[in-house]
């Protein structure tokens, strides 16, 4: 789960972690009048930045530094219902409908730090770079020299010498060292404390008067922890997602809308995976992702459908089922079901495998559709590739 800048910072003041004097605003009223408290508060600039789950936001026009309650007024509804265009939301663009109104900094240094898990070791990683300002990812590639890491041992969580040895790496003064300890160790606890699976300050600044400020923050949450989590998950906005995804969300299926043409119906993460690698290597694009999870019911399978079938990119379905808990006779007959039910009038192509596979296969052969079935997933995968070409 993702949230906002502003709730993101919200968290960071929870645990001590110093950011930007800032308010949240809806409209351009609130905009203004959160403008004039920050300038009557002695502060020279306003920063009036857009409030979407994606990073770019400056280089899209949705963030802009103003010197008076004039300019701050004129950014907001500048900004305030724009489409912005970043990097991070493809063509289409994200409707801003939420702007944090923040009291400028007088930035020194722009560096970066950051908290992820590494599933290679299984143990959490706090990278700290120089290059703060810049996408990360682009470091990554280009100069991984200048990216610093620090493995957590779980059972001892972050230590206090392994923030001064990323502290001192990113070159900060000896008078900000036990500052830059102290910020790291909250961030470290609030990431642990909220289940989160990133968190990123970028940029992590130095003021001209020696201080240290998390400018920007980002944070995701492990979504299967939300549970212990009934504050966080009131942070969820929905308008930042994609309707089907939040569609499949109530009906316990993962789904993931890819650009593809070939919707993609699967029982487990690892061979939903396997069956978009396959799509792609027969020539194909895979339209999403969806996991309908080991034991589906046929009200699962007909919502599945329902969700594929509102994508108009889609010209073809391929469901790729290794029956388990999830028998592939039930399956069979829950797809039946819901293509008379929904009237699937696109070509539907399967590949079944596992418990009760030849009751499944009965099953689709006497149903009177034209099912067309792979007998491995090579075979279904060209099948489906033809298909969404308007082939045989």
Not at 81 to 97: E, W
Not at 263 to 277: E, F, I, R, S
Not at 290 to 318: C, H, M, R, W, Y
């Amino acid at each position: 789960m993702k949230i906002h800048e502003y709730q993101a910072k919200e968290i960071l003041r929870r645990y001590g972690v110093p950011v930007p004097d800032g308010a949240m605003a809806t409209t351009v009223e609130e905009a203004e009048t959160a403008a004039k408290t920050l300038f009557s508060k002695g502060n020279l600039a306003v920063v009036v930045k857009a409030q979407i789950h994606a990073g770019g936001r400056g280089k899209g026009g949705g963030v802009k530094v103003t010197k008076t309650i004039e300019d701050a007024n004129a950014a907001a509804k500048a900004i305030l219902g724009m489409q912005l265009v970043t990097h991070q939301t493809g063509p289409s663009g994200q409707k801003v409908q939420r702007l944090l109104i923040e009291a400028g900094s007088a930035i020194e240094r722009e560096l970066y730090l950051g908290l992820v898990l590494d599933r290679a070791t299984a143990k959490i990683v706090f990278m700290a770079s120089q290059a703060g300002g810049m996408e990360i990812e682009k470091v990554a590639k280009e100069t991984p020299d200048l990216i610093y890491k620090e493995t957590i041992e779980p059972a001892l969580g972050l230590q206090p010498y392994q923030a001064r040895r990323l502290a001192f790496k990113l070159g900060l003064e000896k008078k900000q060292i036990n500052q830059a300890v102290s910020f790291m160790m909250g961030l470290y606890k609030a990431y642990v404390e909220s289940d989160a699976s990133l968190m990123e300050i970028n940029p992590f600044i130095t003021t001209k008067d020696g201080s240290l400020m998390a400018l920007d923050c980002k944070i995701n949450f492990d979504d299967n922890a939300m549970f212990r989590h009934k504050d966080l998950q009131a942070l969820r906005d929905l308008a930042e997602e994609d309707p089907l995804e939040v569609q499949a969300s109530k009906f316990n299926l993962n789904y993931i809308k890819l650009d593809g043409n070939i919707a993609c119906m699967v029982n487990g993460a690892g061979l939903a995976m396997a069956t978009m690698d396959i799509i792609s290597y027969a020539g194909g694009s895979p339209a999403n992702f969806l996991d309908v999870g080991g034991s589906a019911s046929q009200e699962q399978i007909e919502n599945a459908f329902e969700i594929l079938l509102t994508d108009p990119n889609v010209k073809a379905i391929f469901i790729n089922i290794f029956g388990g808990i999830l028998r592939v006779d039930i399956l069979a007959s829950a797809v039946v079901e819901a293509t008379k039910k929904l009237n699937v009038r696109l070509p539907i192509i399967l590949r079944l495998e596992g418990t009760n596979v030849e009751e499944g296969r009965k099953i689709l052969a006497e149903s009177g559709i034209k099912f067309q079935v792979g007998a491995t997933m090579k075979e279904a995968a060209d099948l489906a590739v033809a298909a969404a070409k308007g082939g045989k």
